[in-house]
């Protein structure tokens, strides 16, 4: 019998890797392992072999470049297996028995902390780890803001008759018994006497009913408040921010399709900023979250939640002729119209009678191309159009001018020349404009109150 330290050496990609044993074993076992060692470099480098003194017999084989790569393979799916092993498990997997010794961690052990987020309770505010959607994510979200949720019905009528009910959804904000909602769900847009009289039917999700009082409602964003009173605590949904979305995100539709309480479809962000000109909407420019969620009559003002379970947006309405086009109010716009509705008790647009386009730089190239005279801006907003009469007539707005400051301040997107104006209509305001040939203009304008159906 003989004790042998078998030392081999395999030089690749990733350098030397090199793995060792020892055991007892014959002398016919011992050229056993030669023999196999040696046939494995036989058709892909050349073998060497070494015999030291004290018994030790090291063999080192040179792969040529060609066949590195394969045999590298299951070295690469090894660790990448092991790399996934060491998120996932809290103990140390190259002590589990079920990884060979030769491979190593990749990774640091994941802390406690990690683990503890990825595995939380519905109602901890646990989110999953590294932002993965885990298989409870959707429900959880659900969970969380299910139960403010409710069931809005409408009593609609003609000539002092009923002839039918509006239905929709809201979610409860506040614990005082706020309700958002949409205003085509608790105002009469067809000309019909509404027999409600401001009044309106509320449902929760656990069987509780409230007369509620409608208000505040804006027509042109189409978002409505609505207040219950409640002797007993109400559950509240969280508002959260809409300008992190992006599309492919994640999102969760609730509310009361056909009356049908406590429905939740899923679905992702298609678009963050659909136009109302592209869905052939008239009247002043508004955006819309788009997602491919499911709903359906009833689902108005019911709201979309992100994974997180916070209300990302408040849907409105759905292209009734193509599946997976659904689109809400987002909640940065919702939450400016609340604050609008608490100072004011109504939405306040000042307007300009200009039609713009945000500039960039492929647009401005080719306009520059058309008419060698367009100003060497490659940024700001493009009027094209000017309406006669309006107040961007009066300041002396022409077709073509490109505006690059508003009230003083650098703009580049037509939203930042609507979040300044905010509710400041009747105000003089200073804009500088690019005209053709570049020459520089700054006028003053004063923005007028739009009317509501505009």
Known sequence: ???????????????????????????????????????????????????DSDSKTTVSISVPAQFREPLLRPWQIAQDIIHRSSFLSQGDASQSGNLP?????????????????????????????CGFLGRDSIANAAAMVGPAVVNISVPQGFNGMTIGKSIGSGTIIDPDGTILTCAHVVVDFHGLNDSSKGKVDVTLQDGRSFQGTVLNADL????????IKSSTPLPTAKLGTSSMLRP????????CPLSLQNTVTAGIVSCVDRNSNDLGLGGMRREYLQSDCAINAGNSGGPLVNIDGEVVGVNIMKVIAADGLAFAVPIDSVSTIIEHFKKN???IRPWLGLKMIDLNDMLAAQLKEKDAKFPDVNRGILVPMVT????????????????TEFDGKPVVSIKEIVEIMGDRAGIPLKVVVIRANNIRATLTVVPVEVSPVM
Do not use: Q
């Open 1 to 51: 019998m003989l004790s042998l330290d078998l030392h081999c050496s395999c030089y690749g990609l990733f350098g030397l890797a090199t793995f060792s044993y020892k055991r007892m074993a014959r002398i016919s076992t011992i050229n056993s392992v030669l023999r196999k060692v040696s046939v494995a470099a036989a058709a892909s480098g050349l073998l060497y072999l070494r015999r």
């Open 101 to 129: 010794p030769i491979f190593s961690r990749i990774g640091p052990v994941p802390s406690a902390d990690v683990n503890k987020e990825a595995f939380g309770k519905v109602g901890d505010g646990v989110k999953p780890s």
């Open 220 to 227: 042109h964003s189409d978002i409505a408040i609505v207040k």
């Open 248 to 255: 492919g995100d994640w999102v969760i539709a609730l509310g």
């Open 345 to 347: 008790g109504r939405v």
């Open 388 to 403: 006669p009469g309006s107040p961007g007539d009066l300041a002396g707005f022409h077709p073509g001018d490109v505006v």
